[in-house]
């Protein structure tokens, strides 16, 4: 009987060591792909490292072009001479 | 109206009005990094990788993404008039370098057929067909137009090579002679008298016979809400030849036609709009 129970509190010990073995590998885990993540984005050529403003079309513009068909300006006649501008074929 | 400052881009000349210092130095940069990146004749630009990369699919920028879809967008607005897809047709006219640099004897290759309903748009995924070239100067430098205009927080005016874009009201000279007052939104002209080469072979490419077209119109100038509009209704109007100016009429843009011998026509809608004594054609 005791020796029953000397081996059932040995299974016990051998599992809370399991136990803690599996917590502290999935902390370091974590920990190493953290570091990695962090380490990738601050050394990696392919990612930005300060904020940028990508020169794009503005969404705002582009959903008016995409949403719309094409429209008229408005012209009028001529107010002054002679004019600032002019249009040429490109 | 404010100082005209002017620099050259896009192989043109870029005016613009009402900038401030820091505005200018803007609108010039976003001008370079639009010519950088749509260049067709810089290998490395990011045109020139797609284009390399035919057949295969590629990451390409949001800015690329967003000029690819409005391209799409000005080919479905004019049925395929204004396609991305000229780029091969380009080369196999003899537009294959710089137009400074563009010499006499080309080759003369039959142009492949346009295959815009194969490109491939998803995010920034985007798959061109094998064998196709896309060239999107047709819409990039009016857009890029259109865009430096909002820059200009205090309103102003800016040309490129023609292409117009005002927030405040501008006079324009129009070929040919003569002159309009923009008052809101953009004007264009497009034409095959220019950019000429060789046997009068020019850049404006007719999508269905892929080669440079034969329109019985040298210049049109048509007005648009936006200068992409303005840009995207004159190559279309061109391309159309006599049916040009009812075209634009049924979406109610003025448009303004120079043909031989300096003729000029112009739609009941510019008509109405400038009541010139010029007769209008339907």
């Given at each position: 009987m005791a020796e029953r129970s000397l081996g059932a509190g040995r299974v016990a010990e051998a599992r809370g060591r399991a136990r803690a073995g599996k917590t502290a590998m999935v902390a370091l885990a974590a920990v190493v792909f953290g570091a990695g993540l962090l380490l990738t984005r601050s050394?990696?050529?392919?990612?930005?490292?300060q904020g940028i403003r990508p020169l794009v079309a503005p969404r705002r513009f582009v959903r008016t072009v995409e949403r719309n068909a094409l429209a008229a300006g408005q012209i009028a006649p001529p107010q002054q001479a002679p004019p600032q501008a002019s249009t040429s074929q490109s | 109206m404010s100082e005209i400052q002017r620099f050259p881009a896009m192989g043109c000349e870029v005016l613009v009005a009402g900038a401030d210092e820091d505005e200018l130095a803007a609108v010039r940069e976003l001008f370079r990094e639009r010519e950088r990146r749509f260049s067709r004749f810089s290998e490395r630009s990011e045109l020139q990788r797609v284009n390399r990369r035919a057949g295969r699919p590629v990451v390409v920028s949001e800015d690329f993404a967003a000029m690819v879809r409005l391209s799409l967008w000005a080919a479905e607005q004019t049925q395929g008039l204004v396609d991305p897809t000229i780029g091969a047709a380009l080369i196999a006219a003899g537009?294959?370098?710089?137009f400074r640099l563009l010499a006499q004897g080309m080759p003369s290759s039959p142009a492949a057929a346009p295959r815009r309903s194969d490109i491939s748009l998803c995010g920034r995924l985007l798959t061109v067909p094998p064998g196709t070239a896309l060239d999107l100067n047709g819409v990039v430098k009016s857009a890029t137009v259109d865009e430096a205009l909002a820059l200009l927080r205090g309103g102003g005016w800016v040309s490129a090579g023609g292409d117009m874009a005002t927030s405040g009201g501008v006079g324009v000279a129009l070929p040919g002679g003569g002159h309009v007052h923009l008052a809101a939104g953009g004007i264009a002209t497009s034409g095959r008298t220019r950019r000429t080469w060789s046997d009068g072979?020019?850049?404006?490419?007719d999508p269905a016979t892929g080669r440079p077209s034969r329109s019985a119109w040298e210049q049109v100038t048509a007005c648009g809400a936006t200068c992409v509009d303005a840009d995207v209704a004159a190559k279309a109007a061109l391309l159309l030849g006599e049916s040009g100016p009812a075209w634009l009429d049924e979406r109610g843009i003025p448009g303004r036609f120079v043909a031989g011998e300096g003729r000029i026509a112009v739609n009941l809608a510019w008509a109405a709009a400038v009541q010139e004594p010029e007769a209008a054609c339907t």
């Open positions: 050394t990696a050529s392919g990612h930005v490292k | 537009y294959d370098r710089d072979r020019h850049h404006l490419i």
